[in-house]
């Protein structure tokens, strides 16, 4: 039987973040293609929502990329009003990925780097 643990996606994952005025944009990337069904299992729209609901989050969408072996998740009135609109030192929401990154899943220990 495989032995499951619970890690941060920032275990098995890697994310970058942009930013289209109010709307936070965060790929996610798994560093083994095996990982990819069990993190589309695991990292939903809800969660992401949740996530970052203190922020203001609204709506996310998430884009499955299965021929990438990634996603992209678009969240919706996460950046307090944009890069033009916000005194948040981080307006364009670029520390926004490693948020995502904290988000805990499942994975098998064999597939885990290191």
């Known amino acids: ?3 499951m643990v619970e890690v941060p ?6 994310s970058r973040a942009g930013d289209k ?9 798994p560093y083994d ?8 299992e695991q990292v939903t729209e809800e969660r992401v929502l949740a996530l970052f609901a203190h922020r203001g989050a609204t709506k996310v969408t998430r884009y499955d990329l299965p021929r990438l072996g ?22 364009h929401g670029k520390t926004q990925s490693f948020r995502l990154l904290s988000l805990t899943v ?7 780097q290191g």
């Open 1 to 3: 039987m495989t032995e």
């Open 9 to 14: 996606l920032h275990a098995v994952a890697h």
């Open 21 to 29: 005025g109010n709307r936070g944009n965060l790929s996610l990337i």
């Open 33 to 40: 293609p095996a990982l990819y069904s069990l993190l589309a």
């Open 70 to 91: 990634a996603f992209n998740f678009v969240v919706d009135d996460v950046l307090e009003g944009g890069v033009n609109g916000s005194l948040n030192l981080d307006g």
């Open 106 to 112: 499942s994975v098998p220990r064999e597939l885990l």
